[in-house]
DNA sequence: AATGAATGAGGATTCATTCAT
DNA sequence: CATGAATGAATCCTCATTCAT
């Protein structure tokens, strides 16, 4: 009532809560009420901002996968040579889920929705070509392709092995797709 | 004498109720009224044989993580040769996600799942060991386990990219992770 | 909790709720929450017993139509001559609404769902073609049909208007559009 | 100097997308934002404009009734004898609800709410006495009031009636009604 | 052993209305 | 004058689970 009635970072903190919420409770988990809880939103604040929870939660990931695509982009930037590019790569893989394994859920839930509606499917695809375009950039897109997979693969595997395979051997299996001889 | 005095398959087609929600709907929309619904069984049969959700989700993808693993093994089973596991594996790939993109979405949810919850997790460190040592039994360990990270790799790809990969792209993906010179 | 667990009134006491509920806020007044409440059960009560809003007032409506169907039956059944029969009938429209006006409304609600939503058409149509085949009893079928008509229009005049015809002018519309010469 | 200093077709405009609603959905299908949505003008504009749901509906239903009363009068305008008075009302049963329904179900949903609500009520009653008035010009007052009913109660059945009465049979109501011999 | 009945919590969404601008 | 922002109440409905039978 007494509040600025405009606050500009709204959709943004709902946008943050809802990933918050994906990566804690699982793209299911996210409600109306448990968002505007944890925005601190009253409750019909979130069919004002947002449609429903299909706009929340491909608004909140499409977010997610430009931050995920500029860490990409900033890793790979300085790359000047195959060699280079190479190590930036192996670096990538393991800084990813590095945090509270955050962003491997993340991208996880995306992909589980991807499979079966359209909406993420498309956000999905519009994000893998991003990144391969980028790997692109110091490969041969054949090389690329081959690459994006392998980065994909390694992930999970990093993620839920108890374990995970170390720098050294993503080094080795980078190496190896890319055809360093 | 015989304890299951009622219909033995109950269980089983309760259990394959779920998996078909889960890929149609998500694991999130397993419920035990919907799955009652589609395996044809009273409600009240639901928490009568299962203790609950989790106990339903686990079982059917324990269930469906060992069909895999057959179908994985019979690929490779007629192997002899390291140039005809690489093609036996190339196979895999392209035969898994061929269908209507079931087995795909299943793949996934059960990741999804396993990223946060414990005995999910265990179910699919489990099968991740079993295929691995599948692997093993045609390539050295360092090389199985890039391997399967590949594999698991290009299955979303194969699965969400307009144009996917075709068969002699993973051949040579899979010559070069298992150093075939 | 303590209580008999199978109350087999229970659906009666709704719908007759129901009915008091359409009579006193209209059809769209008639929710879950409200019919619960007036019904003394509890919320979760109502989508058991009824999928939902629409089969709540089609059971009403279809068991509200049958009364009056019956009192409409128990007025004609003494009449033997068509003298008796004509007066049976001005009795009934005097009949009818003369409670709190209840049935009135009933019926007027009932025709405005008919006009838009086709289960309550067919009930409506129903409803109709039964009184119609009872006034064939008494009269030929043009007559009936006629007659019938005109008992729908005398309702809501007699309802509204703040000056309603008396029994012998609704006498003498039936004299007139039965023939009676 | 001007007061509506912006679009002063809006009113018009609204109520105009409220009949519509009204006829679509039903009296209680009208929300500020569906009228809003369907007159394209902002939310905003419709607590702006009106006091309420309740001025949107009478104001509405109001110019309707305006409506259907100068049909009425321009279908009568022309009778000069009571035999060219019964032929213009039986056109008048078969013309108005020719269309796709609308009338009736405008009629009806006005007749639902005059049933509990007193403004309604009022507007309802005074086009009843409209109309009467109009009949009285071709009929004696009782003859009119009868008429009067007969017409209420053919509409219905026209319209929901799957086999409705055609033109000679509601002539032959008609005539007998206003005691033609 | 098996199940229909029951229910409170929570799901998404729509709404009329207020108010600062 | 006109309106976009905001919100708490209420909407229908689905749900997992308990329990008497």
Sequence with gaps: MATGHTDPRRRERILTAVLDLIAEEGAAGVSHRRTAARAGVPLGSMTYHFTGI????????????????????????????????REAVTGLVHTLPEGPRRDLILVQELYTLAARREPYRALCVHWMRRSRALLERHF???????????????????????????RSATREAVDRITGAD
């Design 140 to 166: 041969p897109p054949d090389t690329a392709r081959r690459l994006d997979a392998l980065i994909e693969g390694l992930t999970p595997h990093r993620a839920l092995d108890d374990d995970p395979p170390d």
């Design 54 to 85: 299909d706009e929340l939660l491909l608004e909140a990931l499409t977010g997610y996968a430009d931050h995920v695509v500029a860490v990409f982009e900033r890793h790979l930037a300085g790359a000047t040579t195959p060699e280079e590019a």
